[in-house]
């Protein structure tokens, strides 16, 4: 099955072919008609089969052709248009050589209507055609002369087909820019349709990013207030309830008081640090375990339960967030013992494992069941606290023997070791 081509081709487009085949064929035909009188004037009947061959071939032109612009893109009416003109043009140079003059004619029609592969048996059957015009004059009827003959006519076919060959490969060679051009084009327009979309995605995930930030620093605030203020503000409360006793010693009340003073003043600190977005007071000038050792002994001091700090493993630098949330949940932690343990005792373990940081809060108070307060906001604040730095929380407790808080957060791959700090086995002082 012949490979499908585009209906027309380019040199049929242009106006240059389109001129040419307009007007030369009638002017050939018309010039040779003109020579054919003097040649054949002695040969009345023979000159009278010429004109009327040339006047054929010039009506069948016109009224296949000339007249028919619609057609010319059509391959069937096309087809049929050369086979038709072939037929009065083998009879001219059959019958007087000198129409050899017009196989050039066939050759335009040929390149210029015809689709591969017939273009190749149009162009090759012209070029006989020629071949025969050119051998006119050559005898047949011996070997020789049918061997001149036909080399005669393989001297026009082979340059005229190899000719038509590359013009084919040529074509392709256009169609295939074309078709590339057209795809580039149109890998252009999908790209750029592409690039619009995600500019509006990137605009939504914008949007949405910044109203998550906007939740995620509401939630962030709000943990600051119930680990800072909040707990601050219970403390002295309490503080100032035991003082306001009745049965309660001077010294004991003074205490109290002074107790009081100080958790308000570090609230007003806290609370300054968190409008300023600064690390916790503890964390300004000294590591996570010694900021740990120093909250446990103002805790300690204040509700009269001994803390035993440990460190363990190789210190390693963390980044300040992690710091920072690691302590408001031995924070939180410390608080949950003093408002519901009834503890007498209490432990923290900062251990610094191979490729984690592990926090460990120990009491050994009254216990609860972890099921049934799973909601309440000091625990959601602990919990997410670590997750957001893609670790995680446990809470163990039984009634009667008490509460294991463990959090556990992947070190950052930009932290480096250093030295550990000399760890004091005991940062809590018995009340």
Request: hydrophobic share 50%.
């Amino acid at each position: 099955m012949p490979e499908p081509m585009p209906l027309t081709r380019p040199e049929a487009q242009s106006s240059r072919w389109l001129a040419v085949v307009t007007v030369g064929p009638y002017g050939l035909l018309a010039a040779l008609a003109a020579v054919t009188v003097p040649l054949r004037w002695s040969d009345r009947a023979g000159m009278t089969l010429d004109l009327a061959l040339c006047l054929a071939t010039a009506v069948w032109i016109l009224l296949m052709f000339t007249l028919r612009p619609a057609w010319r893109v059509q391959p069937v009416p096309m087809a049929v248009f050369f086979l038709g003109l072939l037929v009065p043009l083998t009879a001219l140079v059959v019958h007087s050589g000198w129409f050899g003059f017009l196989t050039p004619v066939g050759y335009l029609f040929a390149f210029g209507v015809l689709r591969w592969p017939y273009r190749l048996a149009g162009v090759g059957a012209v070029a006989v055609l020629a071949g025969t015009a050119q051998a006119s004059g050559i005898g047949k009827d011996s070997v020789f002369g049918i061997l001149l003959y036909l080399a005669v006519v393989l001297i026009n076919v082979l340059p005229m087909c190899m000719f038509a060959w590359f013009d084919r490969h040529n074509d392709m060679l256009v169609d295939d820019q074309k078709r590339a051009l057209d795809e580039t084009s149109e890998a252009n327009r999908r790209l750029e349709a592409t690039l619009a979309e995600n500019a509006g995605l990137q605009q939504q995930l914008m949007v949405q990013a910044r109203e998550a930030g906007v939740l995620d620093e509401r939630a962030r605030m709000a943990r600051e207030i119930h680990d800072t203020l909040a707990q601050g503000l219970i403390g002295i409360i309490t503080q100032l309830e035991a003082a306001g006793r009745v049965d309660v010693p001077p010294a004991v009340r003074d205490r109290h008081i002074t107790n009081a003073t100080a958790l308000a003043r570090e609230s007003l600190a806290e609370a300054r640090r968190s409008v300023d977005a600064l690390r916790p007071q503890p964390l300004d000038d000294a590591g996570l375990a010694e900021a740990l050792e120093r909250v446990a002994g103002r805790w300690s001091s204040r509700h009269g339960v001994a803390v035993r700090v440990t460190v363990t493993g190789t210190v390693r630098a963390l980044c300040p967030e992690v710091e920072t949330e690691l302590l408001r949940t031995a924070q939180e932690a410390l608080a949950n013992v003093a408002k519901h343990a009834d503890a007498g005792r209490a432990g923290i373990t900062l251990s610094y494992l191979e490729d984690e940081v592990a926090l460990d809060l120990r009491d050994d108070g009254r216990g609860f069941d972890p099921a049934a307060v799973a909601g309440g906001f000091g625990l959601q604040s602990m919990r997410q606290r670590i997750e957001g730095l893609h670790g995680t929380l446990a809470i163990e407790s039984e009634r009667g023997v008490g509460t294991a808080v463990s959090a556990r957060v992947p070190f950052s791959e930009t932290t480096e070791p250093r030295p550990a700090p000399r760890a004091r086995a005991d940062a809590g002082v018995a009340a």
